[in-house]
């Protein structure tokens, strides 16, 4: 008791600089300490959960192979396959559990074909694990309901789609970009008719996953895309665009010369893509003559395009716009030329009139 | 007695795994496991089997490595099968040329494997 007598007054003997910054230290050694302890029990737990995660993953990867090869040829669910639905039920409230039996249900969906995959899709059905995904939509959360849609898609429940259809319209960009991909996944070509109603624009990045999906079909028939065409949303005009360009969409060559006098420049250097890859020639030589109205932009957009098309007839062409305004047209003119007249291209190395002309010309025949 | 058949599966999705297992054992195949190219490459090497089933993506060695390493570095000639998913074209390629004798595309169905085992171990 005296010692502690003795430091107590000593440290009150210390200027105050020297008491604060004891005080602090005491306070974060102590903090340490705690935080120490607190990592410790958080550890312990995680640890503990990890393995009853594993432990349970073990349990349930054997009770879905179990329920798998269960199959019996005459029921469509056989007794023993009745009995594991009933095992796996209980454990379905516990959300951890849920979202486990959901994940691995899925990795295994998208490995397998054929029955088992479909063996797989009526235990999801079954154990009522559907329900918990209808029920996220009724969420007023715009990321549960995100979820809910998306592994509505996962498991290709085509009956939601009423429920889902529901959300084309949602104010948050993340519920509508997953509607329209399980509307696409789901239901294919047919699934693309959101985009008559769309008003909200149709990012590049979801233009592209709605396109890769439709490439995995085997069914490749495309729907009427003209209206899509006429569309006020430009970002909708642009798909249809690609659309028109993948699906070969030929009958829709009027519509296409309609757009080449669209008001946003973007989907009139796209129509001039779309129309020189599906007609060729044809789109070529029309491009040609209404050459003067293009924009700087169409016109550059033409000769990239005129360089897998040209064919001697355009020499005449090509001449008229070596000298052109733009350096970038000037180059490709330059090297158009030289792949369809390397004599009159080398000819050109005389010209002193312009100063760019010898260095890019030297460039046109490197490249 | 005739011995089993021994195949060594490297997959890193463990339901797979354990669903191969299950029918291949059926079909009366010894199944050794491995959940990466390294564990299979191990397996390879002490165990001596008599085909290998792979996945193409999986840590720390590749199915490209582990088929690489069969041919090249062990010069052995047992049968391999590669698992690919979709847009590993260039992969499954790369694995014919590596020695790769057949492929499968996920989705697939246990039983096309069962089939394709049986043609390979004749």
Redesign the interface.
């Known amino acids: 008791m005296i010692d502690y007598q003795y430091f107590i007054d000593h440290f009150e003997e210390f200027p105050f600089l020297v008491q604060l910054v004891w005080r602090i230290s005491v306070v974060l050694f102590l903090t340490i300490i705690l935080l120490t302890i607190y990592l410790k029990v958080i550890r312990y737990h995680l640890r503990k959960k990890e393995n009853e995660y594993k432990t349970f993953?073990k349990e349930y990867?054997?009770l879905?192979?179990e329920y798998?090869?269960a199959d019996k040829e005459n029921e469509q669910i056989s007794n023993e396959q009745q009995s594991i639905i009933l095992k796996i039920k209980t454990h379905i409230p516990i959300k951890y559990k849920r979202k486990m039996v959901i994940s691995?249900l899925y990795?295994?969906?998208?490995?397998?074909?054929?029955e088992?995959?479909d063996s797989i899709k009526t235990l999801y059905y079954q154990t009522g694990l559907i329900d918990y995904a209808l029920t996220r939509l009724k969420n007023k959360n715009w990321f549960v309901i995100a979820k809910g849609i998306g592994e509505l898609r996962r498991f290709k429940v085509e009956e939601a789609h009423d429920e889902v259809a529901k959300f084309i319209k949602h104010p948050k960009n993340e519920v509508r970009k997953e509607t329209q991909l399980y509307l696409v996944n789901l239901f294919r070509f047919e699934g693309l008719s959101f985009l008559n109603e769309l008003k909200t624009p149709l990012s590049e990045w979801a233009q592209l996953q709605l396109l890769e999906v439709l490439q995995?079909f085997d069914d490749q028939q495309i729907c009427d895309i003209k209206p899509w065409l006429k569309s006020k949303n430009d970002t909708v005009v642009l798909f249809a665009l690609k659309l028109a360009q993948i699906y070969n969409q030929f009958e829709v060559k009027d519509i296409l010369i309609e757009l080449l006098s669209h008001k946003e420049k973007e989907i009139r250097i796209c129509v001039i893509e779309v129309l020189t890859n599906l007609y060729g020639i044809e789109a070529k030589e029309m491009l040609k003559t209404n050459f003067n109205q293009l924009s700087i932009e169409e016109q550059l957009s033409f000769f990239k395009l005129l360089e897998n098309l040209v064919d001697p007839s355009d020499e005449t062409f090509i001449e008229q716009h070596l000298f052109h305004k733009n350096f970038e047209i000037q180059l490709l003119a330059l090297k158009i030329l030289k792949t369809i007249n390397i004599d009159k291209f080398l000819s050109l190395n005389k010209l002193r009139s312009n100063k760019e002309v010898p260095e890019m010309y030297k460039f046109a025949n490197n490249s | 007695m005739m011995s089993k058949n021994k195949i060594v599966l490297a997959e890193d999705n463990s339901t797979l795994s354990l669903l191969l297992k299950f029918r291949l054992e059926k079909e009366g195949y010894e199944l050794l496991m491995a959940v990466d190219g390294k564990e299979a490459v191990d397996l390879i090497e002490s165990q001596s089997p008599d085909l290998v089933i792979t996945d193409i993506m999986m840590p720390f060695i590749s199915g490209l490595e582990v088929i690489s390493h069969v041919r090249n570095k062990l010069a052995l000639e047992i049968p391999i099968i590669v698992f690919s998913s979709a847009g590993q074209e260039e992969m499954v390629l790369k694995a014919f040329s590596l020695g790769a004798n057949d492929f499968m595309g996920k989705p697939f169905s246990p039983n096309e494997l069962v089939i394709r085992v049986k043609r390979l171990l004749g």
């Open positions: 993953k990867e054997a879905l192979v798998l090869y691995v990795n295994l969906m998208n490995e397998v074909s054929g088992m995959a995995k």
